[in-house]
Nanobody, 112 residues
Framework: QVQLVESGGGLVQPGGSLRLSCVAS????????IGWFRQAPGKEREGVSC????????YYADSVKGRFTISRDNGKNRMYLQMNNLQPEDTAVYYC?????WGQGTQVTVSS
């Protein structure tokens, strides 16, 4: 059973930044695509960003392009999501995802 643990969420004002981190209990090299999803209250879970081990390509949802950056540290079994210029509509629980595994989520709240 692979465990994923997110951290780095919190309360931030509009325009602020947060860096989410996800650590895996096994090598993230075992999985080609890893990424981040989010779920806002009353909404379905949506993909935010993912990255491919094979070719290094990345995907971003249109709503976060130019503001969020995904990265991975294979040696530390970690992935990150740098979130800049956060807006109230970014408020959600953010989950890391790898293979068929999900983290427990970390709350991000953007409010003045």
């Amino acid at each position: 059973q692979v465990q994923l643990v997110e951290s780095g969420g919190g309360l931030v004002q509009p325009g602020g930044s947060l860096r989410l981190s996800c650590v895996a209990s096994e090598s993230i090299l075992e999985h080609n695509n890893i990424g981040w999803f989010r779920q806002a209250p009353g909404k379905e879970r949506e993909g935010v960003s993912c990255t491919s081990r094979t070719d290094g390509s990345t995907y971003y949802a249109d709503s976060v392009k130019g503001r969020f950056t995904i990265s991975r540290d294979n040696g530390k079994n970690r992935m990150y999501l740098q979130m800049n210029n956060l807006q109230p509509e970014d408020t959600a629980v953010y989950y890391c995802h790898m293979g068929s595994y999900w983290g427990q989520g970390t709350q991000v709240t953007v409010s003045s």
